[in-house]
């Protein structure tokens, strides 16, 4: 199975400020990178998406920006060095178009910081097994409707596992056209006995909505077209947003 997914690296030598919510900056530099190749897929993929079941999809998830230097102070974050960048779609045309993009830009403009371009390059295909090991690298969030209201589900409920195999499903459905059988997939806290519920929540805020979602690592038991969905797809809700990015743990995973 081909996978397609992107790693950008960018670098500043100095030492600069930036706040913790990066998701919609982030969400508005790869539409800027995907209309400078591909005008008209980054307008579909803004103001269309794919649609299935009444609802629109959009085939775009990347991680948190990963600084190698960082340091923690109480309203935003002071970083230096190299940033890692990765991304992933479903559709190869929305990658290409974002690799070529992002060459054309040169580097990532974060509010008045700009940090030049490294490399970009899409990473080997790895391989799906029905057992799989896998690391946050943004939170995972699961959204449902309770009384009118959005409700943001935590790890120690059970319809958290629920709605995580339900958009997997349509994800699913939507690439492979066909269904998927539900009952072939659990997911699990990878080491529960580790787990710190406090530890691994996030609030962060998104054109000033707060959205609630979970650091956590994940052990997923699917078929390999399944697996395949999360790497591409991330996993819960808001995936287009920078959410449920996921990297596989090769070195430990389960055959």
């Known amino acids: 199975m081909i996978t397609l997914r992107i790693q950008a690296k960018f670098h500043t030598e100095q030492e600069i400020s930036l706040p913790y919510n990066l998701n919609y900056l982030i969400s508005s530099y790869l539409y ?35 600084f190698v230097k960082k340091k923690f102070q109480p309203n935003y974050q002071l970083v230096n060095g190299e940033a890692t960048l990765l991304i992933s779609s479903m559709k190869e045309e929305i990658c290409i178009g974002l690799i070529e993009g992002i060459w054309k830009m040169k580097g990532l403009q974060l509010m008045d910081c700009h940090l030049p371009l490294v490399e970009v390059k899409i990473l080997p295909t790895i391989e799906f097994h029905s057992v799989m090991r ?73 054109k000033k909505r707060k959205i609630k979602g979970y650091m956590l690592d994940v052990e997923v038991k699917a078929p390999p077209k399944a697996q395949q969905i999360i790497y591409e797809q991330s996993l819960g809700n808001y995936a287009v947003q920078g959410f449920g990015f996921l990297s596989p743990q090769i070195d430990t995973e389960v055959k």
Request: charge should be positive; glycine fraction near 2%; aromatic fraction near 12%.
């Open 32 to 66: 800027q990178c995907l209309s400078r190749s591909k005008a008209d897929l980054s307008k579909w993929l803004h103001e269309e998406g794919i649609v299935h079941n009444k609802r629109r999809y959009k085939p775009l998830a990347f991680s948190n920006l990963q």
């Open 134 to 206: 896998y690391k946050s690298l943004s939170p995972i969030v699961v959204a449902s409707q309770q009384e009118g209201r959005i409700h943001f589900c935590h790890p120690l409920e059970s319809r958290f596992y629920d709605q995580l195999r339900n958009t997997m499903r349509n994800w699913y459905e939507i690439k492979w056209e066909e269904k998927l059988d539900e009952s072939s997939v659990d997911i699990s806290i990878k080491d529960p006995t580790k787990f710190d519920f406090r530890k691994s929540s996030v609030l962060t805020e998104v």
